[in-house]
């Protein structure tokens, strides 16, 4: 598989974007009797998980000295069930470096399940145009609950036009009892399963799914991923062929071969290859998107929801390519290996 598949996956980029100082806490089941959410911050925070519903008086937000900028839509719409709340510039004695700006959101789930939400913002100049985007993971809001969050963007590197507004770019939802995960506590089904960004290049995508044996015992598989596509409402995408085997899209992916038996200890992953490409032939029918793929490692195994963004255009196929071992993987929560002792000369 491509070099370019080791990418930071997504749910992990938007934590290292989102990285920028101060701590943020909140108890899953309030701060207390009144089932309060309380925050305190210097400044917006990797890593919040508002776990219950805040109340309108809700003490969460920045503090510090940043300088609020008017929001471009006065009724504050929300779109994808997201509504910007506030946006801030950060100045040099705002007490928060490596900030520029930040800003908040609410999102409602309006579904009948617990989801997790990706959620990207739009960070814009005086003339409407791109500046920088921010993405943040929010777990688990329960059905008809609005939880909280904030993005940031950090000081860019050399000049970089002044932010002036913000839009929601684009979010995305999954079921919370589905959500991938590269880290964190290890799922009941002992495995974690994620993909990672991908690469594209000349109409060609290829994304990696990768899956850590985090449990206790060995995790055999044998053959290739299972999926099931899924549009933006969640709803099945029917025409589309899965292939198995990614060289029957190119060559070059490295999906291809006779599936192989993998068993994976503790700490050991596996990985498959999705690949597609994004055509468009007039006459041959509609482009068809399916941002979401629900994915069960082998027959039987609990289903994963990820993201892949699969733009087919109007080719209609998919190729998957069978589980192989991933060598490379370094376990995180493994010692690190010992280094034998130098010898002085004297």
């Known amino acids: 598989m491509p070099t370019a598949l080791r990418a930071v996956p997504a749910v992990l980029a938007g934590a290292l974007l989102l990285a920028a100082c101060g701590s943020e806490s909140a108890s899953p089941g309030g701060d207390g009797a009144d089932g309060r959410v309380r925050a305190e911050t210097l400044c917006p925070s990797d890593f919040s998980r508002y776990g219950a519903p805040p109340p309108a008086e809700s003490s969460a937000g920045p503090s510090g000295t940043p300088t609020a900028l008017p929001l471009p839509s006065a009724d504050g719409a929300a779109e994808g069930g997201v509504k910007i709340t506030a946006l801030y510039a950060w100045g040099s004695e705002s007490g928060c470096a490596g900030v520029d700006y930040s800003a908040e959101f609410e999102v409602t ?56 507004g913000v839009k929601v770019v684009e979010v995305r939802s999954v079921p919370a009892a589905e959500a991938s995960s590269a880290s964190g506590p290890c799922p009941e089904s002992g495995v974690r399963l994620y993909a990672d960004e991908g690469d594209a290049a000349m109409g060609l995508r290829v994304v990696g799914l990768h899956l850590v044996n985090c449990g206790t015992g060995t995790y055999r598989l044998n053959g290739y991923p299972e999926l099931e596509l899924l549009d933006e409402d969640h709803d099945t995408v029917d025409g589309v062929r899965i292939l198995r085997g990614t060289d029957k899209i190119s060559t070059a992916t490295g999906g291809g071969g006779t599936p192989q038996p993998v068993a994976l200890r503790p700490g050991e992953a596996a990985e498959a290859g999705l690949a597609w490409r994004n055509t468009t032939e007039a006459g041959v029918g509609d482009p068809v998107n399916a941002p979401y793929a629900r994915v069960r490692a082998k027959p039987g195994a609990r289903p994963v929801m990820v993201v892949p963004e699969l733009d087919l255009g109007t080719t209609g196929q998919l190729g998957v390519g069978p589980w192989k071992k991933d060598e490379a993987y370094q376990d995180p929560a493994a010692p690190a290996p010992a280094t034998a002792p130098t010898t002085q000369r004297p």
């Open 109 to 164: 789930n309006r579904e009948t399940e617990s989801a997790t939400y990706t959620v990207t913002l739009g960070f814009l100049s005086a003339a409407g145009g791109a500046v920088d985007n921010g993405e943040r993971i929010v777990e688990a809001v329960g059905p008809g609950r609005t939880v909280k969050g904030s993005v940031v963007m950090a000081q860019p590197v050399g000049h970089a036009p002044e932010v002036s």
